[in-house]
């Protein structure tokens, strides 16, 4: 077998870095770092670069929230394929339903539009300012609860809410004295994290 | 290794309709696999909803398993293939393989800067590496898969996966360069 060129050599090196390499391929890199320093710099660069690859922390990842999810995506799959034997009549009638209400909204959205008024669906872009949080808000909590805990604290709700219920908060300062306030609420508030 | 065994318990359980073996295997996967999705998304709600689709896949097709890979090399395949498609229908120009060759760039500052105090840079110039080369990054330095491992997760040579990675260190030095003001 002929002997490598450097580029071959450089090309294994992440997998020298990370253990995987074995057998010939890790006998000839070992054999390349032995007399060239250049390679020894480089071996130096990726091992620091997989150090700080692994210290890279994502937000939380979804944990049970997820999982419940999943199984009801499971059981909505379930009921759907269980609803395609359903006689036809009530697909007609549902379709009838469908496009009375296109026609009621197509009529609220045509009046609607002479005013200056455009929420309905609309999207806005907002710029987040200072610190993100997210939560979920307690199951039976009131809307006025929600808006009366909001202001108090000066909080804008900036994304949200995702399919798992969670709310992303924009906080201006002292982040960490809005989780304490927020963890005191579980009438509002029922789980928060700081993002940032 | 034990997980791997244990994988493959489960996922023969999933495929005679057990939930509580989905759970499971949820539990063992969810974490890892999230942040490989997180990691090439950006975003962490298209995350959570791709983890979600990969599950949901993995509950309909376990059967499909065949055990010619590595349970966790199956699984962070179809969640390679979700993010891609993701990614194609909202920044083509994000998945583009090609790349002009770079000059190497000061080695040896660049070997000093890299480390925790300059974390910020390292994750900023991670975000902005293409996605295929920061799967690639991210499946040798934190999931530390062979090269192999990683041609079958992301279904390309397995030279292609060293030119990837080759790419991606290239990159990842021109960023720090450039973020550090390395001479």
Known sequence: MAEPDNKSIESLLPFYVNGSLNGEELRLVEQALENNQALRQEVIF?????????????DSS?????????????????????????????WRFAAVAACLMLVIQTVVVNLESESTYTAAGGKTTTVAEGY???????????????????????????????????????????PENLVTLFKARPDVIESIQLDN | ME?????????????????DALADFYR??????????????NDSFEAYDILNEVFLEVWRKADSFEGRSKVSTWLFGIAYYKTIDKLRK????????????IEDEAPTQLTCLVNAENGVAVRFCLEALKAAHRAVMELTFFNDLSYREIAKIVDCPENTVKTRMFHAKQAMKQCLTKRMGVE
């Open chain 1, 132 to 174: 993100i949080v997210s939560v979920t808000f307690a199951p039976n909590v009131s809307e006025r609860l929600i808006r009366q805990l909001l202001i108090e604290n000066n909080v804008t709700i900036i994304d949200g809410p995702s399919a798992l219920g969670i709310y992303r908060l924009s906080v201006t300062e002292n």
């Open chain 2, 90 to 101: 909202k920044k083509p120009e994000m998945i583009d393989d090609d790349m002009p060759d």
């Open chain 1, 62 to 90: 979804p944990g049970e929230f997820g999982l419940k999810r999943l199984q009801k995506s499971i059981s909505n799959a379930s009921a759907s394929e269980k609803k395609q034997s359903t006689p036809k009549n009530i």
């Open chain 2, 3 to 19: 997980d791997e065994s244990l994988a493959v318990k489960l996922l023969n359980k999933i495929s005679a309709g057990d939930q």
């Open chain 2, 28 to 41: 063992l996967f969810e974490k890892p696999l999230y942040r490989f999705i997180k990691f090439k998304l």
């Open chain 1, 46 to 58: 990726l091992q620091n670069l997989r150090k700080s690859v692994k210290e890279q922390e994502p």
